[in-house]
């Protein structure tokens, strides 16, 4: 059974991605307000009734701010940490019948017949974490708000056949952009952001033929463009010698509008 990918936006102004196959969705973050995440998926042919779940990854407003109508009008079950729970019912004011279900660190579980494993990745809250989701021998990793790519989180994003993979900022862009010196102290230090530089450099050395799709996500507004991320991947895999097999597609996932449904197959 095809393992279907789509982002419907990617950024630091909002983050949700849709995971599906021909029976079932979840969606990973709710960053978005629900009308949008209802329009877009309805656009797709997919309808709310067929998603089963959210996955979120952290407190932070632009991976949350639609939870609130997802839980109370679409009746969703949130998959969550303990810890990430608990910083949610700080900010957000869901509906008391909204179900913040707990989930395990770096063990499997099992939502509407996806294996998914979630994992720690360093960043400025309380707790963040990546998911690895797998259906047969198709995996997925979504990795993004961390600030370097630590012990725990290189091996799952490592095995991925499809990775969605933080590229936020441009170092020159940030370095000589408008925002004040703490901020970008914050974006750059090792619990910020993951750069297009840092990206490149670990799949260029990590990367092997299992890996077909590389989606460079949460890219900055300010300090970023799509043609810098890509050319900074370029750029790092001509160095390293690295030619890529013909068959691994590239792609940065847009800020505001869904990306194209990606099929793994096979
Ligand atoms: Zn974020
Ligand atoms: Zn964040």
Redesign the pocket.
């Known amino acids: 059974m095809d393992l279907n990918f789509c982002s419907l936006s990617s950024?630091?102004s909002g983050?949700c991605y849709y995971l599906g196959n021909d029976f079932h969705g979840i969606l990973i973050d709710a960053?978005i307000p629900g009308t949008s995440v209802r329009k877009f998926l309805e656009r797709m042919n997919i309808s709310m009734k067929t998603i089963m779940g959210i996955l979120i990854?952290?407190e932070?407003i632009?991976?949350i701010r639609g939870l609130e109508l997802l839980t109370r009008k679409f009746s969703l079950p949130v998959f969550t940490t303990h810890k990430i729970r608990s910083s949610i019912l700080q900010f957000q004011n869901l509906a008391p019948s909204a179900t913040i279900l707990e989930i395990p660190l770096k063990k499997k579980f099992n939502v509407a017949g996806f294996d998914i494993e979630a994992f720690p990745v360093c960043h400025d809250a309380p707790e963040t974490i990546g998911f690895h989701i797998s259906a047969g021998h198709r995996k997925i990793t979504i990795a993004?708000?961390l600030g370097h790519i630590c012990e725990n989180a290189a091996p799952y994003i490592k095995a991925a056949n499809l990775l969605v993979i933080e590229s936020n900022y441009d170092e020159q862009m940030l370095v000589n952009g408008q925002y004040p010196y703490f901020l970008k102290k914050r974006i750059r230090s090792d619990y910020g952001?993951l750069g297009n530089h840092q990206a490149s450099a670990f799949l260029a050395e990590n990367i092997s033929d299992n890996l077909s799709h590389i989606c460079l996500a949460?890219l900055s507004k300010n300090n970023n463009t799509p043609k810098k991320a890509l050319e900074t991947l370029y750029k790092t895999f001509s160095e390293k010698g690295i030619v890529l097999n013909g068959k691994q597609l590239i792609s940065v996932l847009d800020r505001d509008i869904p990306g194209c449904m990606i099929k793994l197959t096979g």
Do not use: A, E, F, Q
């Open positions: 950024g630091s983050n960053g990854t952290h932070h632009d991976h993004t708000d952001h949460h």
